[in-house]
């Protein structure tokens, strides 16, 4: 059941994609409209969409910073240390 | 009186480790969930009455084996709590000493919650290495001596830090080994100083140096990817629970409000997210993150605010729970196919959607999703960052989350269960969803997850500080609160999808800190086969010259008077002691590692017996 499940959303995966960017769209215009921000901790996040961003920016700087230090020369192959 | 009997849970595990071995099969698997239960409800019984008992008289000190308070409590309860899931998980396991490793393991971490000294405490934390090394070694795999061998050493030099912390501790003070908040440690709590990292005393550095090893704190923590990647199924499940969190609690006891932990802390979280991009191995990568979400908590204890220690707690208490889920889930993958690496799995929800949902919540729970367990835990520690004005940390620990649901949320369920096919055909046919105790573990973990995110109470009632606690849970569901979360988890997924290309994984393995002293190793090795081999053919080639000749002329002498006169004695001693002497051999297979568990059983019992008797 749960493998159909999974494959009923796979078949649709277009769609899928469609609804979450309107989901994200959602989020970000209920989080300008409704949330207050008097929770908030510092002054930047009272910019519209600060975390969204902040998510995203995040997520790209990981990765390519990670990518970039391991192809330093810390990553290398399996039997490394195989004598 | 009744009112002054105590249990010490460790002492159930420890006593029903060494009678496990002994019992019919039949009895083998109710015995196996029946102990750790018992150890739980030992622990819920002590809820009622704080205090300390076990008080022990030994030489000059008296030794506290039971002190029992709101932190302790909460972590015993968690850890015992887990040794049920761990040991309902590895029921199939048949080799008796796997589950005797495990509960001595586990009485060690017990021993260490619940001591109420130093004495004690090193006592255990010993154990708790000489018993968890076994959780690797049971493995089999060619490599896996040496990585246990490489895991023992690092404790053991952990180990000796923390003991030459107390003794000049002990000295300094003039005999006191209190297992209390070291009185130099708490900084200034009032705000975050730089000035104040390093204005501890030497006794109280060593100290910490013992604890942050055990928490694996770069630039100490390379044992930790290194042994759990290598562990057994069920041996991983236990080692991600137990060592680093009870580093946490002697951290939160001992070491709150030390300044430099916050540093170590963010490094911490930040390290392990880096690593785990690069990692290619599925347990390797969750070990990583073992170290990144530990990060939260050492940086917790380290801004030590009532909020903050309540925060490290909470998430050690959640995290034990979802990174054993996590552990079993990608456990059962290696348990059924073998395979544990991102290029050698791939596609298997056709086979293994059970698995995939499991791990799917331990992902959704470390990533601190709304209504699953890191939700709740996670965000205090970040909150009381901001509320103590420490915004740099504060913000890199978000940073650090947005990370770790792109590996934990994402590219481990991603990679194994959807994402490229890399199955042999071997692979494929072996897949399957595991037995049954697996699953019901993993059914265990994960509805607690999400039980302690849906319903704050059970969690947040047993924190130490429960003024802060009852505050923040009026917070943690405010829409503010959801709202950022989202917006950073869901954003950090769109980022995944749109670089998915360069998260491919590859076949590789990075290079840590371990390098040194493994290609260290190398280089006494070859100094020991080269020079100083050379140095010792030279002298004896020498002594030959100079020693043996006259030394054979002499010899000849004695070898007469040895013969005629004192053989007749000898012999018959030499007989007896043969003889005795075959008996022990018989105790001895001569490989290092039984006769440390030999040993570690004997000092186990005789400490029992000793304490107990």
Redesign the interface.
């Given at each position: 059941m749960?493998?159909k499940l999974?494959d009923f959303f796979r078949d649709r995966l277009k769609l899928v994609i469609r609804l979450s960017y309107v989901?994200?769209a959602l989020?970000?215009v209920?989080?300008v409209l409704?949330?207050?921000?008097?929770?908030?901790?510092?002054a930047v996040?009272h910019i519209p969409?600060f975390?969204?961003?902040?998510?995203?920016i995040?997520?790209?700087?990981?990765?390519?910073?990670?990518?970039w230090?391991?192809h330093l020369?810390?990553?290398?192959?399996?039997d490394?240390?195989d004598n | 009186m009744i009112t002054d009997f105590w249990l010490h849970p460790s002492l159930i595990l420890i006593v029903g480790a060494f009678i496990l071995p002994f019992l019919p099969k039949w009895l083998k698997r109710p015995y196996l969930v029946i102990v750790p239960t018992l150890a739980f409800l030992d622990v819920l019984s002590m809820q009622a009455q704080h205090g300390n008992f076990g008080m022990v008289r030994f030489l000059d000190w008296y030794l506290t084996f039971g002190r029992v308070d709101a932190l302790s409590m909460v972590f015993a309860y968690i850890m015992t709590l887990m040794c049920i899931i761990g040991t309902i998980y590895g029921l199939h396991v048949e080799e008796d000493f796997q589950h005797v490793a495990a509960w001595l393991y586990v009485a060690g971490s017990l021993g260490v919650i619940f001591c109420g000294d130093y004495m004690v405490l090193f006592l255990f934390w010993e154990l708790m290495a000489f018993s968890s090394v076994f959780l690797v070694w049971f493995r089999r795999r060619p490599q896996s001596l040496a990585v246990g061998y490489r895991y023992l050493l690092v404790h053991t030099a952990g180990g000796l830090l923390l003991l030459a912390g107390i003794v000049l501790r002990y000295q300094a003070t003039g005999g006191d080994i209190s297992f209390n908040l070291l009185s130099d440690a708490a900084g200034s709590l009032a705000g975050f100083s730089s000035h104040d990292l390093f204005n501890v005393s030497l006794p109280t550095f060593l100290i910490m140096l013992g604890f942050i090893l055990n928490a694996a704190v770069p630039p100490l923590h390379a044992w930790l990817p290194d042994a759990y990647g290598e562990a057994t199924v069920t041996g991983a499940v236990f080692m991600c629970a137990f060592t680093t969190k009870t580093a946490v609690y002697a951290l939160a006891r001992a070491c709150a409000g030390m300044d430099i932990l916050v540093v170590l802390g963010v490094c911490m979280a930040l390290y392990g997210v880096v690593y785990a991009v690069l990692e290619n191995d599925s347990r390797r990568l969750l070990a990583y993150h073992i170290i990144s979400q530990v990060g939260y908590m050492v940086a917790g204890c380290g801004i030590g605010t009532a909020m903050a220690i309540n925060g490290a707690v909470a998430h050690a208490f959640a995290h034990i729970l979802y990174k054993g889920l996590l552990f079993m889930g990608c456990g059962s993958v290696l348990y059924m196919t073998g395979k544990s690496k991102f290029t050698e799995l791939g596609g298997l929800y056709k086979k293994m959607p059970k698995a995939f949902v499991f791990t799917m919540i331990g992902g959704l729970s470390i990533s601190a999703f709304p209504l699953f367990s890191g939700f709740v835990s996670k965000s205090m520690i970040v909150a009381a960052g901001f509320e103590e004005h420490i915004y740099w940390a504060a913000f890199l620990l978000t940073l650090a989350s947005a990370g770790t649901f792109l590996h934990t949320g994402l590219k481990v369920p991603y990679f194994i269960w959807f994402g490229k096919n890399n199955c042999s055909q071997e692979t494929w046919d072996k897949a399957a969803d595991p037995p049954w105790n697996m699953q019901l573990a993993m059914g265990i973990a994960a509805f607690l997850c999400i039980f302690i995110g849906c319903y704050t109470p059970y969690l947040y009632n047993m924190l130490p500080n429960q003024e802060e606690a009852h505050h923040y849970a009026q917070l943690v569901y405010g829409r503010y609160h959801v709202s950022e979360s989202l917006q950073i988890l869901l954003f950090t997924a769109v980022g995944f999808f749109l670089l998915i290309k360069k998260l491919a994984p590859e076949p590789k393995i990075s290079i840590d800190l371990d390098w040194f002293y493994r290609m260290g190793g190398r280089g006494f090795l070859w100094l020991a086969k080269k020079p100083i081999q050379w140095a010792d053919s030279c002298v004896s080639e020498g002594y030959r010259y100079v020693g043996l000749i006259p030394l054979m002329t002499t010899a000849g002498f004695w070898s007469w008077f040895d013969w005629h006169a004192i053989d007749g004695v000898v012999d018959g001693l030499a007989k007896t002691v043969r003889g005795v002497g075959g008996l022990v051999r018989r105790a001895q297979s001569g490989q290092l590692q039984y006769n440390i568990f030999f040993a570690v059983s004997i000092v186990a019992v005789a400490l029992v017996l000793y304490v107990f008797a």
């Open positions: 749960l493998v999974i989901g994200l989020l970000v209920w989080d409704f949330v207050s921000k008097e929770h908030a901790h510092t996040e969409g975390w969204a961003v902040f998510g995203f995040a997520c790209v700087v990981i990765i390519i910073v990670s990518k230090y391991g020369g810390i990553m290398t192959r399996e490394y240390y | -």
